[in-house]
């Protein structure tokens, strides 16, 4: 049996390579031949026209929209989220072998619908799946220009902001640069960067929008909604009014395209009509309607973060460290770093070091417990072990999943517990960053490096600790051998 695979993910950098791995060595296993296509952050390299043509059946491992999608039309589907293609790949297979199998032979030669069928999907996963689909073409502004704006604070000093935008820093007053041309000559290169992250930093509600509305309407969404994300960010709206620029531009548009327009007027609907409706209607809804209430909620939350002390901020910190670690590179994983990018955008940067020394902390933990003690892990999970030391220290927190897709039961409460406390510790001690990513490679960007390390540390400790007495207490033969046989290597 000849299959094709797409795999993605939100970031594109573990989970999309993972699932294509665990993918191919369940068909092998199976005797099947299969392509893999990654659409991951370093582009995709399509699958050649001839062997999707030859394909028996497709599966999809995506947790965003799988890009071209009607390059399958009429072939038996198989999609799922692409933590099911990293610890399901065999099940996955079988599935789409099953199906092929009891398609008629004219089916999967037949042109048919613009794009192919799989499975239905509730509200709260096609939920997901937009709202991940924006996040994905987010991140890349998110670690261009949050670096950028830190590195300019380096270089440059805290008052590069002011140099730049104009206004008072310790009794020294400047002008704002009114010519970006001239921001080198005047500033040198720290402001240059400044200027430069910021754009890329002002893009991000737009972006998170538009491809909000992309993933629920195709191309056709984008206009209506970077436009609305341009109005959230006018009216003060913030993240919160992206998410709903993004999901009402989505909406209209996948209204307006069940018009039955006449042969005549379909192109004219798609060009003119369609755009035109969806962008108006988008801003009016955003400037009249929901504009105002979203911007307040939105500075209440900034307000709220502001005012966090003490007590207070430990517990945000133990929350959103324990959300990093609960599923990986997951759903709620994205939610607590959205936050954390959220409140370095409004200023606030102890929320963004809580957040990333949690992400840190799974990979590190479980690589630290495979040395302290090896004999509970098995030799596919020693060599896991040692990859997940680099990946925890530049904050890919996926490094920890191949630990959890074969022991969920004492991986995952052991990183839950390692993140809430690196996130609490962090909180507790103050530590800031600028930068939304970056691992240990940033160490310069943080504000109380200290405090950062020994968030780290305590994390690390705690999820090594966890994970060795969970395995040593519950800890049977049967499950060694099975996990030998059934986890991902990395």
């Excluded at 072998?97 to 032979?105: G, I, L, M, R």
């Excluded at 709206?237 to 709903?244: P, W």
Aim: include cysteine; charged fraction near 10%; proline fraction near 5%.
């Amino acid at each position: 049996m000849k299959l094709v695979a797409v795999t993605s993910c939100p970031t594109g950098i573990a989970h999309t390579y993972m699932a294509a791995e665990a993918l191919e060595q369940a068909a092998v296993a199976a005797g099947h031949e299969i392509q893999v296509e990654t659409q991951g952050a370093a582009g995709a390299e399509a699958l050649d026209p001839a062997v999707i043509a030859e394909a028996d059946a497709v599966i999809f491992a995506a947790d965003v929209d799988v890009r071209d999608k009607d390059r399958f039309a009429g072939k038996p589907l198989v999609s799922g989220p692409v933590k099911r293609g990293i610890n399901h790949a065999a099940e996955m297979v079988d599935e789409a072998v099953a199906k092929a199998q009891a398609a008629p032979a004219s089916d999967t030669a037949a042109a048919v619908p613009a794009a192919p069928a799989g499975p239905k999907l509730g509200p709260g996963a096609k939920l997901r799946l937009w709202l991940m689909t924006g996040v994905s073409y987010m991140l890349p502004f998110v670690a261009a220009g949050g670096i950028l704006i830190a590195l300019a604070f380096v270089i440059g000093g805290a008052e590069i902001a002011t140099k730049v935008n104009g206004g008072a820093f310790e009794g020294v007053t400047y002008e704002a640069i009114t010519d970006p041309t001239q921001i080198l000559n005047q500033t040198g290169i720290a402001g240059l960067m400044f200027y430069i992250g910021g754009l890329a930093f002002s893009m991000l509600v737009p972006i998170l929008a538009g491809f909000i509305a992309f993933g629920m309407a195709d191309r056709m969404g984008i206009a209506p909604g970077v436009v609305g994300g341009l109005i959230a960010v006018a009216v003060g709206a913030g993240f919160l009014g992206g998410l709903a620029a993004g999901l009402l531009a989505g909406a209209i548009v996948m209204a307006l395209k069940l018009i039955k327009a006449n042969q005549a007027f379909q192109g004219i609907m798609r060009i003119v009509v369609i755009p035109l409706v969806s962008v108006f209607v988008v801003g009016f809804i955003m400037l009249v309607v929901v504009g105002k209430p979203i911007a307040e909620a939105q500075s209440w939350l900034t307000d709220w973060l502001a005012g966090l002390s003490g007590v207070n901020a430990v517990l945000l910190g133990l929350l959103l460290g324990a959300m990093m670690g609960f599923d990986l590179g997951g759903p709620v994983n994205k939610v607590a770093y959205l936050f954390g990018v959220g409140a370095l955008a409004s200023g606030d940067y102890t929320v963004m070091a809580a957040v990333m020394a949690a992400g840190m902390v799974p990979p590190l933990g479980l690589a630290l417990a495979t040395v302290v003690r090896g004999k509970l892990f098995t030799q596919a999970e020693r060599q896991s072990g040692k990859a997940a030391w680099l990946l925890g220290a530049s904050f890919i927190t996926e490094g920890a999943i191949p630990f959890a897709a074969a022991d969920p039961l004492r991986v995952i409460p052991s990183t839950v517990i390692g993140g809430a406390v690196a996130g609490a510790v962090s909180m507790a001690f103050g530590a800031s960053l600028r930068a939304p990513h970056g691992g240990i490679w940033v160490i310069g960007l943080i504000g109380n490096p200290g405090g950062f390390i020994v968030a780290l540390l305590a994390g690390t400790a705690a999820t090594c600790l966890c994970a060795i007495a969970l395995k040593t207490a519950w800890r049977s033969e049967a499950a060694s051998a099975a996990d030998e046989a059934a986890m991902p290597v990395i």
